[in-house]
Every structure is written in structure tokens, then in C-alpha cells.
């Protein structure tokens, strides 16, 4: 390989050349050991599983619309709640940002070729692929009717397919385990020489804080998940309280992951939010130290919180209190990261592109998503609203409208480099209007109506309607957003597909941003960097000119 | 001005009725104080991230020849502030919270006791005169305790007028109270998901003054003396108290069990083969052992009614399905 002179010129020396063209044929792809086509397959996979979760949503959408039995029978119904929650956890959110985006954009922001461990990150995939097949064969034989909690002893005595389910999040649990040690040793040990923990990009140390709890809390599930099995095989009795075992320990192990598990999802998308912000800003992050410390700080004390699910189980009143103060303490961190956005936006250039649009859609909605948990964080507010609709609307909001949004946005943000293609931003910017709209119109009403007095995981509201007649209306609202949020998925999804045909060809950094991925090619090279380029501040845009001719920034001499 | 004050009350009544139900027990007025205290934090707080997010986006926006300005990008003081002043406010909501949750939990030595039972997809309600009912009535202005368990899976009881909830996992007892302070009827649900008629899992809270209420459960608790003679009325008062109706039609057929209508002499298939005649026996063993002779076609989800029944009973309820022809 000949080297290639400094001073060769900046158009693309062999366009032909990049990590989709590199090598052909479909095994090329299924045993790449390449993090950008991992990470490409994964967020191919990881569109399917939404679509798939969507799907389910519409079912439970529709059938709400109208009071009594309409579309879905109870048992119908009961499956299909499950499998949407239980695919959106397991195969949709979790995974979404680390390994698809993450994948992709972490080595190349540290100057890396790749990831610590190309195998395992193989391997990750290949776990991913084999854990939806198990969820797949779940579904074509009739799926479970226990809810994503899987709580027991209804799991342990429903007659519905449960032990594939829970064989499938087991093996998707060491997908998400062997991503998370991935990240951990790529932080470590590939940044390059003059790379300091403190010039790294706010998204690796949000992929960092992730991959923390990815590694430490996910065990605990696959253990817990383990002995679900098990005591449906064999009935060792360890949650059957006839042989001395005890239905709550299970509550105990489920949350013990499943809360951290929530961070797993939100902090990956705060790491976006922080990167568009600035970006779109054109201004230096604000309070670089407070956003990447309040992600370690979320990650830790994320630990200690799962209790706060559990405030009707019958737990201590004691246990009760002090879960419920360190919950009020993981909100701080929150916190600062939001009033650290919004002093980044000062005194700046504001670009309303479409991924900017998502961030600032991310700020509402991760503001009526995260206070919301204020009422859950304060037991005696809690205990009203515990499993009802308002539950329900709080996740959505956080789950989807912030980690879900952020997700979006991330994409319209590193689609160009992905690709090597722009898609319409204005079709993108409009779908972002539309989203805020139809978002609220169809979580909104839950709030109403848990606080009114209707539980969640109900197939059926008409006995409730003679004291809560605005159910109907509420439903009613809540369905029509349902199916409009849907269909903006669509287009959003429709417009980046569009790009692969008609979009214009992308410039190495069509958004100005100073991270590392936008110094190589639009798409990246196999080798990500002939040579790691000099490490500079992430976030200072000072010496990015606008260029007419590639519609892209280049670096001022 | 009146006008303003007329429609301004109007308005928050309009507000109030959009959002908590009506307070009926003594700690309502308590929880809705911590949930109003934590809906204005929310308001002030979303108020200033979303204001100040569209005036940033408004006063900064990309304009032709705008140039980012010259600022600092760190600022202590500014972190500090926007670090203590909202812990100082969440501090504040939680020792709120805490105190109403004290209040919650502590229940009057005084408490009438009820014991509740939770199944697959009923309630009942024994009061401590052996009555057993499958609705809750309870005295007005007089504390309740409510002592809970479940033979099968987690339920979960919430009355929301009350604010009370508590789960009812199986194997253990837990208990809530309440002291209702308003005459009506109140809706009691299930908000533990456990199966299919979950969403059907229902009971009216029966609040009435005191002298009436045990005028009722003196009565109530004798209908079995009262109907000696007519043991199929005695039946069928069973089967709507404790919980048959639920699964068992009579008229209209239900999925989770076989209807009651004419099945008595019938012979009916079972699960696994083998057939079964419908008589005394085979309803007896149904009631205590319900999983021994599962009918084809059926799921295998009733709860054993062993020791929650009396023989007495029993022949009450067999005498009231041989009346369904």
C-alpha cells in the first residue's frame, strides 16, 4: 500500500473506497469484524424491532379507542402488551443508541480503527440476532401474557410461552454486556496520544457511564431471568411462597437491573443531546466537567433506586424512605445536564437542522418526562398514581420521548457520515412539529386519566366510564396521536431511505462539528484514519469555515 | 371583578375536576397537598427550561452574517445555583412526602378490621361477624384496616377517592387503612395486572353512617339463617358474594369457566380425556379441589375455595345450580 503524501489533495483520493464498498458479498457482512457495518446492522435490526413494537403499540391504541371488546379479545390483548413492552425494552431501547450509533461513532471519535475487541463486538451482533429469534419464536407460538415485569408467581404459573421470552432477554442481556465491556476497554486504552479524559466527547463518556451499568447491572437480570426458568422447569421455590420462597425477591432482582436499565437507555441519548446542541450552537459546550460528571454520577446512584418500584409491594416503610430520598438525588445530575444545554445556546449561532430540532424536542419532553418522576420519587404521592395510566405516560416520556428522540435525532445527526448521503431537512424538521404534537396528544391524556383513576395494563374501561365518563374522550385522543405518531415514524424513516437513492453526496463535515468521526470521509474509510489526526477540543468550532462548494466546513489553515 | 373572581373560580374548579378525584377519606386532603406542592415544582420548573429554551432559540437564531459571541464556557457560580436550588426544592417535596407517608402508615389502635381476600378475579370481604361479602362497606368517619391476602397471584387494591393502594402478593399479609369521610359509593380496582379479567377485577366501596352500616352487617351475616328453608336462594346469594359470577355465566357464557346453566346431570368432557358427570360430588370436589377435573375447553385457573367455604354453603350452592335449568 503505497502511503499517501500529506499533501494529497482533499477530494476523496479513491471514492470508491470506504467501508461499505471495501469488501462484497453477504458474508462480507455477516462476519465483518468492521464496528461501522456492525453498527449498521444493528441499527438495521434495531428498526425492525421498533417497527415491530410500533406495531403492537397501534394494536393496544386501537383497541382503547373504544370502550368494551372491540378489535383484540383480553387474551389478545394481555400478549400483545407484553410483547410491545417487552421488545421495545429488550431489543428496541436498550440496545438502540450503544450499539448501533455507538458502534459506529465511538472508535472513530477517539481516532481509532476500531473497537478493543472486533470479535466480541461480532459476537454481540450475532448474540443480538439469536436473542430476537428466540422473541420471534415466542410470538409465532403465541407469545406471553405476564407483562415485560415477567413478575412472579403469575410467570411462574401462566400456561404461555415464557421461558423462550426469557431466554431470549437473557441472551440479549450478553449482547448488551459484551458491548458494554467493549466500550469500557475502547475508552481505556484506544484514545489517542493527547487525548485526555476531559478532551474526550461528551458521547463517549455518556457510552462510558452506560457501559458501566451495561456491565455491572445486567448479570443481575441474567440471574433473575435464570431462575424464572428454572422454577418454571423444576420448581425450586425460590419465588413460591408455599415451599419459603417469596414473589417480592423476584420484584427485588427484576429492578435491581431494570432501574439501572433505564439510565442504560437515557444516558446514551443525553450524550447526543450534548453533542447537537453544541454543534447546532456553534458555541463551546457549556459546563463540560458538571454534563460528563452528572452521567457517571446518574450511572452510580441509578444503582441504588430500584426500590422506588416497589413502594405498594409491602416493603418496609423504612426501605420505602430512604429509596424514595436517593431518588430525589439522581434527579440533580438530570438536572444540571438540562440547564448546561440551554446555557450552551447562549450568546450562540442557532442552526434549527433537523437533529437540532430532536434535541430541542428532546428538551421538552425529557422536562414533562423527567419532573413527572417527581410525583413517582415522592412516596406519598406515589402510592396514588402506582401502576395506573400515569405511570405509563411518565416512561413513555422519558423512554421514547427522550432516549426514543435523542435516538432519531443521533441518526439525522451521523446519517451523512453513515451513508455518505444528506436526506431533506425540511421534511425532517416538519416531522419534528408533527412528533411534538401528536407525542403529547397521545401520552398526555394518560396522566389525566391515571391520576383520575385508571390502572395500566387494562384490555377495558367501559365499567369505568359512569364515574370517569372523560375516559372515552381521553382514549379517544390518545389512540388518533397514537396512529399519527406512527405515521411520522414512517416518514421519518421513509426520508433517510430516500437519501440512499436521490440524497446529494455528503461532505466529510457537512455540520461544522469538531469531533474526531467528521475529519475522515463521508462515508468512512475501512481504516477510519490513515493516521490518528491531531487531537484538538471537541467543541471548538473556531477554525471551521463554511465551504460553498462542498457544502461542508473545513478546517481554517 | 366579580365576574373575574366568579370565572377564575370556575376555572380552577374546572382544572380540579380535570385532575385529582374527589377527596372521601381523611389523608386525601394530605396526598393532594404533596401532589400540588410537586405539580407547581414541575410547572415552575418546565416553565423555565421551555421559556428560556425558545427564547434562546429566538434571540440566537442562525441569521445571514450571524457570528457566534465571545463567552465563557464554565462557570462555577452558575453551576452551584442551578445544583443547590433545585436540591433544596427536592428536598424540600420529599420531607413533605415523608411526613404525609408517616401519617399513611400509622394506623388508630382503633381501626374496625376487615379481612380482604384477592383472587383471579374477585374480592371478598370478611367482616369480623363471619360475614362475607363481595363488596366493601365500611362506616363513615370510622377507621378501617383493611388485612389482605391472596391464594394465587399479586393483586393489588387502590380506591382512588381514598388514595389508598397496597399489593396483595400470596403468602404473606398486608394491610392498609383508611377512614372515609364522605356517604357514597366508590369504585375498588385491581391495579396488579394478573391475567385476563384483570381489567374486571372490581368492588364498590359502601360507605354509610355508622348506625346503618351495622345495622346492615348484623343482617347480612345471617342471610344463611334467613333463607333455612330456601337454600337455592342462599346459593345464588353465594354465588354472587363470593366471587362465581365472575367467571361462571348463567345467561351469558364466560371464557374463563363454563356456565352454571343446566350443566347439573350433564356429562361433560375433561382436559386430558375422560368424562365426568355433573352431580353433588363432582360440584363439591369443584369447589375444593378445582384443578382434580378440569372441563375440556376451559383454562385450568380456578382458586381452591377449601376453608373459605362451610359445608352449609357448599349445599347451598349445589341447591341453586340444580334450580338453573
Redesign the interface.
Known amino acids: 500500500m503505497a502511503a499517501i503524501p500529506d499533501s494529497a489533495p482533499a477530494a476523496r483520493p479513491a471514492a470508491a473506497d470506504n467501508y461499505l464498498t471495501h469488501a462484497r458479498g453477504l458474508m462480507s457482512w455477516i462476519f465483518t469484524l468492521d464496528h461501522k457495518r456492525i453498527g449498521v446492522m444493528f441499527l438495521a435490526l434495531i428498526w425492525v424491532a421498533m417497527a415491530l413494537g410500533v406495531l403492537f403499540a397501534l394494536i393496544l391504541r386501537a383497541e382503547l379507542a373504544d370502550p368494551g371488546e372491540t378489535i383484540v379479545?383480553?387474551?389478545v390483548y394481555?400478549r400483545v402488551f407484553t410483547l410491545h413492552g417487552a421488545v421495545m425494552i429488550f431489543l428496541f431501547i436498550i440496545p438502540s443508541i450503544p450499539s448501533s450509533l455507538g458502534n459506529f461513532v465511538l472508535p472513530i471519535m477517539l481516532g481509532a480503527k476500531d473497537v478493543a475487541f472486533p470479535r466480541l463486538n461480532l459476537a454481540s451482533l450475532h448474540l443480538y440476532v439469536f436473542g430476537m429469534l428466540f422473541f420471534l419464536f415466542t410470538l409465532f407460538v403465541g407469545g406471553l401474557?405476564t407483562?415485560w415485569t415477567f413478575?412472579t408467581?403469575?410467570s411462574t404459573?401462566?400456561?404461555t410461552w415464557v421461558i423462550p421470552a426469557v431466554l431470549g432477554a437473557f441472551i440479549l442481556g450478553f449482547s448488551s454486556i459484551f458491548t458494554g465491556i467493549n466500550f469500557i476497554a475502547t475508552t481505556h486504552m484506544m484514545r489517542p496520544p493527547g487525548m485526555s479524559w476531559f478532551k474526550m466527547p461528551l458521547f463517549v463518556w455518556s457510552l462510558y457511564a452506560t457501559a458501566i451499568i451495561q456491565v455491572l447491572a445486567t448479570p443481575v437480570l441474567a440471574i433473575t431471568l435464570l431462575l424464572l426458568a428454572v422454577e418454571r422447569l423444576v420448581g425450586v421455590g425460590i419465588f413460591d411462597?408455599?415451599k419459603g420462597g417469596?414473589?417480592?425477591l423476584f420484584q427485588h432482582f427484576f429492578w435491581f437491573y431494570s432501574h439501572p436499565a433505564v439510565y442504560i437507555m437515557i444516558l446514551p441519548a443525553m450524550g447526543i443531546i450534548s453533542e447537537v446542541i453544541s454543534v447546532f450552537?456553534?458555541?463551546?459546550?457549556?459546563?463540560?466537567?458538571?454534563i460528563a460528571f452528572s452521567s457517571v454520577a446518574i450511572a452510580l446512584i441509578g444503582f441504588l433506586v430500584w426500590g422506588h418500584h416497589m413502594f405498594?409491594?409491602?416493603q418496609s416503610?423504612l426501605a420505602?424512605?430512604i429509596f424514595?430520598?436517593l431518588t430525589?438525588?439522581v434527579?440533580?445530575p438530570s438536572?444540571?445536564k438540562?440547564?448546561?444545554w440551554?446555557?450552551?445556546?447562549?450568546?450562540?449561532?442557532?442552526?434549527?437542522t433537523t437533529p437540532m430540532c430532536f434535541a430541542?424536542l428532546f428538551?421538552?419532553l425529557f422536562?414533562?418526562g423527567g419532573?413527572?418522576g417527581?410525583?413517582l420519587?415522592?412516596?406519598?404521592?406515589n402510592?396514588?398514581v402506582?401502576?395506573?395510566a400515569f405511570v405509563v405516560a411518565h416512561f413513555h416520556y422519558v423512554m421514547f420521548g427522550s432516549a426514543g428522540i435523542a435516538f432519531i435525532g443521533g441518526i439525522y445527526y451521523w446519517w451523512p457520515k453513515i451513508t455518505g448521503r444528506m436526506y431533506n431537512d425540511l421534511v425532517g424538521r416538519i416531522c419534528a412539529v408533527v412528533v411534538l404534537i401528536a407525542f403529547n396528544m397521545t401520552y398526555f391524556p394518560l396522566f389525566?386519566m391515571g391520576?383520575?383513576?385508571m390502572?395500566?395494563?387494562?384490555?377495558?374501561?367501559e365499567?369505568?366510564l359512569e364515574?370517569n365518563p372523560?375516559f372515552f374522550d381521553l382514549n379517544v385522543i390518545a389512540s388518533v396521536g397514537g396512529f399519527l405518531l406512527a405515521g411520522t415514524l414512517l416518514v421519518l424513516a421513509a426520508n433517510l431511505l430516500f437519501s440512499l437513492v436521490r440524497g446529494r453526496p455528503a461532505p466529510a463535515n457537512p455540520w461544522g462539528a469538531a469531533t474526531m468521526e467528521w475529519q475522515c470521509a463521508s462515508p468512512p474509510p475501512h481504516d477510519n484514519f490513515a493516521s490518528p489526526p491531531p487531537v484538538t477540543d471537541p467543541?471548538d468550532?473556531g477554525n471551521l469555515t463554511y465551504d460553498e462548494t462542498t457544502g461542508g466546513y473545513v478546517s481554517a489553515p | 371583578m366579580d365576574q373575574i373572581l366568579i370565572s377564575a373560580t370556575a376555572a380552577a374548579r374546572l382544572l380540579g375536576g380535570?385532575?385529582?378525584?374527589e377527596r372521601a377519606s381523611t389523608i386525601s386532603p394530605?396526598?393532594d397537598g404533596?401532589?400540588n406542592l410537586?405539580?407547581g415544582?414541575?410547572i415552575v420548573?418546565?416553565s423555565i427550561?421551555?421559556i428560556?429554551?425558545i427564547l434562546?432559540?429566538v434571540r440566537?437564531?442562525?441569521?445571514p452574517g450571524?457570528?457566534?459571541?465571545?463567552?465563557p464556557?464554565?462557570?462555577m457560580r452558575?453551576?452551584i445555583i442551578?445544583?443547590i436550588i433545585?436540591?433544596a426544592v427536592?428536598?424540600f417535596?420529599?420531607w413533605?412526602?415523608?411526613t404525609?407517608?408517616?401519617e399513611?402508615?400509622t394506623v388508630p389502635s382503633n381501626a374496625f378490621e376487615i379481612q380482604v381476600t384477592a383472587k383471579k378475579w374477585s374480592w371478598t370481604f370478611e367482616y369480623p361477624n363471619g360475614h362475607v361479602d363481595e363488596n366493601l362497606y365500611v362506616p363513615v368517619n370510622t377507621p378501617v384496616r383493611l388485612i389482605m391476602s391472596s391464594p394465587?397471584?399479586?393483586h393489588?387494591l387502590?380506591i382512588?377517592e381514598f388514595?389508598?393502594?397496597?399489593?396483595i402478593?400470596?403468602?404473606?399479609y398486608?394491610s392498609t387503612w383508611f377512614e372515609a369521610t364522605k356517604v357514597g359509593d366508590y369504585?375498588l380496582?385491581?391495579?396488579?395486572?394478573?391475567?385476563?379479567?384483570?381489567?374486571?377485577m372490581?368492588a364498590t366501596v359502601v360507605v354509610r353512617p355508622e348506625a346503618e352500616f351495622h345495622e346492615w352487617l348484623a343482617k347480612a351475616a345471617n342471610f344463611m339463617e334467613e333463607y333455612k328453608d330456601n337454600p337455592a336462594k342462599a346459593g345464588e346469594i353465594l354465588y354472587q358474594k363470593r366471587g362465581c359470577a365472575q367467571c361462571h355465566g348463567i345467561d351469558q357464557p364466560k371464557?374463563a369457566g363454563p356456565s352454571f346453566k343446566g350443566i347439573f346431570g350433564k356429562t361433560h368432557e375433561l382436559q386430558g380425556g375422560g368424562s365426568v358427570v355433573v352431580d353433588e360430588n363432582y360440584i363439591r370436589e369443584s369447589i375444593l379441589e378445582p384443578q382434580a377435573k378440569v372441563r375440556a375447553g376451559y383454562?385450568?385457573n380456578m382458586p381452591t375455595f377449601k376453608g373459605l367455604v362451610t359445608e352449609e354453603e357448599i349445599k347451598a350452592i349445589i341447591a341453586f345450580i340444580k334450580t338453573l335449568k
Open positions: 379479545s383480553k387474551n394481555n401474557d407483562g413478575y408467581p403469575y404459573e401462566t400456561n411462597p408455599d417469596d414473589p417480592v450552537s456553534r458555541k463551546h459546550i457549556f459546563g463540560f466537567k458538571f405498594t409491594s409491602g416503610p420505602s424512605t424514595s430520598l430525589f438525588f434527579a440533580i438536572g444540571i438540562v440547564f448546561n440551554l446555557a450552551t445556546m447562549y450568546k450562540g449561532v442557532v442552526h434549527l430541542l428538551l421538552i422536562g414533562i419532573l413527572t417527581l410525583f420519587g415522592a412516596v406519598a404521592a402510592v396514588h402506582h401502576d395506573t389525566i391520576v383520575r383513576g390502572p395500566r395494563r387494562y384490555h377495558d374501561y365499567r369505568l364515574k372523560e467543541y468550532f | 380535570l385532575w385529582l378525584p394530605a396526598v404533596v401532589f410537586v405539580l415544582v414541575c420548573f418546565f427550561v421551555v428560556s429554551m434562546l432559540v440566537y437564531r442562525n441569521r450571524a457570528k457566534p459571541q465571545e463567552s464556557s464554565h462557570n452558575l453551576e442551578w445544583s433545585p436540591l427536592v428536598l417535596v420529599f413533605r412526602s415523608f404525609v407517608f408517616l399513611m402508615y394465587d397471584v399479586i393489588s387502590w382512588p388514595r389508598v393502594k397496597m399489593d402478593p400470596p403468602g404473606r398486608t369504585m380496582l385491581c391495579t396488579e395486572y394478573c391475567g385476563e379479567l384483570h381489567s374486571d372490581l371464557p383454562p385450568a
